[in-house]
């Protein structure tokens, strides 16, 4: 079982940055991704962005050239720099992780996520 905290969101002025970061803990063989969700009122959740093991990272359109995720493997954390904050970005954030739980998972590759408890995220001015 892996437990995801997150450090606590805040209210943002449009323009401004925010920094999340997230720590994976528990018994797993070894993290294949971490990454941010985000759910906004009356939407659904969405992905934000995504860093593999192997460095490789994703970010949704709306967020390229704004948000940054970077990860510290050896200690199974991740950080999503936000900055250029707008009203639409403007939700729950969720950390997820994807990982193997056993040498087995890593074989076959069958990865169990983990979701943390979200933090709320508010840009207004």
């Known amino acids: 079982q892996v437990q995801l905290v997150e450090s606590r969101g805040g209210l943002v002025q449009p323009g401004g940055s925010l920094r999340l970061s997230c720590a994976a803990s528990g018994r797993i063989f070894s993290i294949k991704v971490m990454g941010w969700y985000r759910q906004a009122p009356a939407k659904e959740r969405e992905l934000v962005a995504t860093i593999h093991s192997d460095g490789r990272t994703n970010y949704a359109d709306s967020v390229k050239g704004r948000f940054t995720i970077f990860g510290d493997n050896a200690k199974n954390l991740v950080y999503l720099t936000m900055n250029s904050l707008k009203p639409e970005d403007t939700a729950v954030y969720y950390c997820?992780?994807?990982?193997?739980?056993?040498?087995?998972?890593?074989?076959?590759?069958?990865?169990?996520?983990?979701w943390g408890q979200g933090t709320q995220v508010t840009v207004s001015s």
């Open positions: 997820n992780s994807g990982g193997w739980v056993t040498q087995s998972d890593y074989v076959g590759d069958r990865v169990t996520n983990y």
